[in-house]
């Protein structure tokens, strides 16, 4: 039996209150925790407050200990699994308003009451576990999506091997150590499905967390046994005679081996390759000069002139953290980003929500449930382009509108004692039109210091001792921090792709990546793409949910490899060019397509190659499996008498 609190009342003070009444009807099987007058009205932009009055929140948290009590006591669950209609009321509950009935088998599916969902493989017939000891998987990257792949082929029995070019897992958790770095997503919300954490010590957890949560996913499943550290692969290339991809890697030695593959998934994000803006003298600085994805941990920062080029996230990130200890820190914004208000994203998570994640059962799959709804669709209608729109364009439609005022109280609150910086760090674009960073006041704390200096003036030149802007001013500096970036749209840039017939993969997008579902290419047979073009996201959900979709349909373009009897499958170019078409037809529907915004969203052509431009359930639904319609599927060749 598990200690109970002394003061379990207070302890659940701590916890998301409509996820622990939702949780209570599993407990008591009492319906009534659900009434109306309890129904939670939300503010858009609070951390979960009910609305409900002090006192009948203590009633709910007395009435709520008794039944825990009881039930840590030896009382069993009353109602572990709720019929439909009663689910179909939690659900409504805990989202504080009727959810919509198209989005029902969607949630359901992601609440996984009963701890299995669609992403789960199913290679339960004979047919499918002898095909799938046949394949040869190779996954690159052992990252997010690498380690994910790697559990689901194994829980599919599919044999594979990951490669990766560090030497540990982690992809950008292990490489991204600047100071501040930290998920901008809840984490109870970014991690897997169905290896949650009840530990996480912050609502937002810093890089060395999110490594080690990484780290033990990785142990749990054994899954180093199948990994090839501190190798890079080269070269992947598709042998049409044998139907197999020939990989060339190399390790860190500098030797070359050759590998044969059925499939090959590419598990190596966006946001790998650092870039550096395209300024006269780049690289002439005398002193230290480094990338924050590069961060130079032996560079002493203290007391130094610093310059960061680039007010991104990163540089949102790190710039508060360094600014306390450098002489002095000249900030040079080019554009400044949208911070949207989130007061807790430095904070810890409390001991008593830690408890009742760990104690009381479902509590878990409610809250995540709804960090999940809120954060699914909530925000999407204020980033949609009203075709109707005449008003400013540092907007794209009413309902955006009124969310740059929202947010732009926050930043007068702020700014109230330096009304001249207000205007500077205020966009002239559409909230949703970059990428937004989330605030919790310490980036405007930091740019108030006396030691920092905010200068928009444009860099024109880097000289040996630091930065020349337009204005003529010479700013010397010690240290020169680029926080500028990745290349985003310049997809799979180190690895050479060769399909049918030895076609290139670059040479077939010409610089303008695209993918079907973001995960399949005409003419690249056995060839997976995740987080590939037009699958990122701007303002909702998780981008580890995505990438259990595409995960997901992975696994079942192989089931369906097995069950057809086909030895390669690859979208039809009509299916292709018409996902493509509709994709950029949609995108150019939100903030983000807007023609008054550019950013690394859009390529060299001003197509947005990165983000998907429909609902998380749209790619749910689109991914729960490959539609056999869809592709061409190759039979093996008969084996020579």
Known sequence: MSEIPSNLEDVLKDAHLPALMTAMVHMTGDTSWLKADWTPVYNPLSRGDTGLPEDVQADIRKRAAAAIREYLGGKPLQMPNPPTEILRRQMDFVAGAPIPEQYVDFLMDELALKGESSKDPKFDKPIHQEAARRLKVLVIGAGMSGILTGIRLSQAGVPFEIVDKNPDVGGTWLENTYPGCRVDNSNHMYSYSFEPSHEWPQHFSPQPVLLEYFRKVAAKHDLKKHIRFETMVEQVAWDDSRGVWRATLKGKDGKTEVVEASAVVTAVGQLNRPNYPDIEGIGSFAGPAFHSAEWRHDVDLKGKRVAVIGTGASAYQFVPEIA????????????????????????????????????????????????????????????????????PTYAVGP???????????????????????????????????????????????????????????????????????????????????????????????????????????????????????????????????????????????????????????????????????????????????????????ANAGWAWGSPHVSSWYKNQFGRVSQNWPFGLIDYWKATLAPNQDDFVLEKAAEPVA
């Open 324 to 391: 306390p200890t450098v002489g002095k820190l000249k900030v040079f914004q080019r554009t400044p980003p949208w911070g949207l208000p989130v007061p807790h994203y430095h904070e810890d998570v409390p001991e008593g929500m830690k408890w009742t994640l760990e104690h009381v059962p479902f509590f878990d799959k409610w809250y995540r449930f709804w960090l999940f709804w809120m954060t699914t669709e909530g925000f999407l209608p204020m980033v949609k382009s009203d075709p109707n729109w005449s008003g």
């Open 399 to 585: 309902e955006n509108a009124m969310l740059r005022e929202m947010v732009m109280e926050s930043y007068r609150a702020q700014t109230a004692d330096r009304p001249e910086l207000l205007e500077r760090v205020t966009p002239n674009y559409p909230i949703g039109g970059k990428r937004s960073v989330l605030d919790n006041g310490t980036w405007l704390a930091a740019l108030k210091r006396p030691n920092v200096e905010l200068i928009t003036d444009k860099i024109v030149r880097i000289t040996p001792k630091g930065v020349v802007t337009a204005d003529g001013t010479v700013h010397e500096v010690d240290v020169l921090i680029y926080g500028t970036g990745f290349q985003a749209s310049n997809f799979l840039s180190y690895l050479k792709v060769k399909g049918r017939g030895g076609r290139d993969l670059h040479d077939a997008w010409g610089g303008d990546a695209r993918a079907y579902l973001g995960i399949t290419h005409p003419g690249f047979p056995n060839f997976f793409t995740l987080y590939g073009p037009n699958t990122n996201i701007v303002v909702n959900g998780s981008i580890i949910f995505f990438s259990e979709c595409a995960v997901r349909y992975v696994i079942g373009c192989l089931k369906l490899l097995a069950e057809t009897g086909a030895s390669a499958i690859e979208p039809k170019q009509e299916v292709y060019d018409d996902f493509n078409r509709r994709v950029d037809e």
